[in-house]
C-alpha cells in the first residue's frame, strides 16, 4: 500500500507526483495490467521462459 503524507508548505501537485512516483516503483499498475485477464499456468510458463530469453539477449 502506498501512502503519501503532506508536509508543511507542500502543493497538492508535488504530492500527487509523489504519490505516481511511488505507485510507479511500486509496480501496482503493471501489477493490474497483468492481473486483468486469467492465464493459464502453462502459458504463465511460456511466457516466462520468453522473457527470459529476450532478457538474455539483450544481456548478450
Excluded: H
Amino acid at each position: 500500500m502506498v501512502v503519501v503524507k503532506k508536509m508543511p508548505g507542500e502543493s497538492d501537485e508535488s504530492l500527487i507526483r509523489k504519490f505516481s512516483k511511488k505507485v510507479i516503483n511500486e509496480g501496482i499498475i503493471q501489477e493490474a495490467k497483468r492481473r486483468e485477464f486469467y492465464l493459464k499456468p502453462s502459458l504463465a510458463r511460456k511466457q516466462k521462459a520468453e522473457d527470459a530469453r529476450r532478457v538474455k539477449k539483450v544481456w548478450a
